[in-house]
């Protein structure tokens, strides 16, 4: 089997690499990514010298470069993570996140039409779903509910995710699409909210919190929701959604305040600022699905996930203050000031 992951320099994508050359030795993984401020090829150096591992540098917009890859590789399986991923980002800049979320995805699934494949798989987002009221706590996204989205980055995947439906439908492509809810875990960009905050508390930094911090996500830790992709890849349905996500809804301010316990910094770090534009109260994913129909849990209790993951950023600092420096310095200044 030689599967393609795209974005597999990324936060997810990397893990996912690791995670199927783990499990399937026996794959051929090609990771294709363009590198953006978002991929890191540090961050795969040890599987670089795998005999079952590739890396290519390409952009998944580039129609000639990617349908030339498919013609040398003959892949069985295309995973895709590439994408522009953050919200904050998006609203600055919507045009790169059509660009890439929207056109490349569908430039990926024409190469699969012109040279054949056995499954596309979409990684997308709860975030296609829009948000819940924080009064509703019996409300869930179900793999039916509507798509209503917020930002431009969830429009740009909400948009993808019509088009992978549409090419399964009108071509017969053997797509699969999976929703996931917030993911946390090793080598996760340090302008997400997690590793932000780590990284921060300990330089002694202030702590940004958008608004009241009561916003609710349902966290996930990185590795299982690399898990539900491969049962996915081997068991689901082409023509199928499956929501993914950890029945585990925290507020924002909670995860910062834990955080600080782990450290033992002080609460007085945190700092509320000024809300991010549309910012959606409440995701809370409803994972029944792929629970009954491919026998998917969580393993990684939320406790146990944080307690690594804080470990994993203490272990690997060259990794974060490689990223925090540099052109994310200027980035972070714009967002939030100079603080
Ligand atoms: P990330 O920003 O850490 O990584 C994205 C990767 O894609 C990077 O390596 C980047 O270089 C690459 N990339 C970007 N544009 C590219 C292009 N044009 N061609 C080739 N490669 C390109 O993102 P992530 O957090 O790992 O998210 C991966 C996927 O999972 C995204 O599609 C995202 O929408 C989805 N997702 C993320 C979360 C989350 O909590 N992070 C939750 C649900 C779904």
Known sequence: MKVIVTGGAGFIGSNFVFYMLKKHPDYQIICLDKLTYAGNLSTLKDVMDKPNFKFVKLDICDREGVYKLFEEEKPDVVVNFAAESHVDRSIENPEIFLEINIIGTSVLMDACRKYGIKRFHQVST?????????????????????????????????????????????????????????????????????????????????????????????????????????????????????????????????????????LDKPYSLIEHVTDRKGHDRRYAIDPDKIHSELGWLPETMFKDGIKKTIQWYLDNKEWWENIISGDYQNYYEEMYGNK
């Open 126 to 262: 709860d975030e296609v779903y829009g948000d819940l009221p924080l009064d509703r706590p019996d409300l869930y996204f179900h793999e039916d509910t509507p798509l209503h989205t917020s930002s431009p980055y969830s429009s740009s995947k909400a948009s993808a995710d019509l088009l992978v439906g549409a090419y399964g439908r009108t071509y017969n492509l053997p797509v699969t699409i999976s929703r996931c809810s917030n993911n946390y875990g090793p080598y996760q960009f340090p302008e997400k909210l997690i590793p932000l905050m780590i990284q921060r508390a300990l330089n002694d930094e202030k702590l940004p919190v958008y608004g009241d911090g009561k916003n609710v996500r349902d966290w996930l830790y990185v590795e299982d929701h690399c898990k539900a992709i491969d049962l996915i890849l081997e068991n689901g349905k082409p023509g199928e959604v499956y929501n993914i996500g950890g029945h585990n809804e925290m507020h924002n301010i909670d995860i910062v305040k834990l955080i600080c316990d782990y």
